[in-house]
């Protein structure tokens, strides 16, 4: 699960060409115009398959960007 703990918009996008073969990014993914606004917003998401899944906020693409590791 993904909380928005600051005052400014956040989304969460899985990168397509860096998760699981087969997975759905459209599924797993908030749209680019999905935004968490405020403090306490969350996105919640459940990884099923095995593998490297890097996400990225679409409005700070630049700054903010993780990976999950399921094993």
């Known amino acids: 699960m993904f909380k928005n703990n600051t005052g400014f918009s956040?989304?969460?996008?899985?990168?397509?060409?860096?998760?699981?073969?087969?997975v759905d990014v459209?599924?797993?993914?908030?749209?680019?115009?999905?935004?968490?606004?405020?403090?306490?917003?969350?996105?919640?998401?459940?990884?099923?398959?095995?593998?490297?899944y890097s996400f990225y906020c679409s409005p700070h693409q630049g700054a903010s960007m993780g990976r999950f590791l399921v094993e």
Not at 26 to 49: A, F, N
């Open 10 to 22: 956040h989304n969460m996008v899985f990168d397509e060409d860096e998760i699981s073969s087969g």
């Open 26 to 52: 459209g599924v797993i993914s908030m749209s680019e115009e999905d935004q968490l606004h405020g403090p306490g917003e969350t996105y919640k998401v459940t990884l099923k398959e095995k593998g490297s």
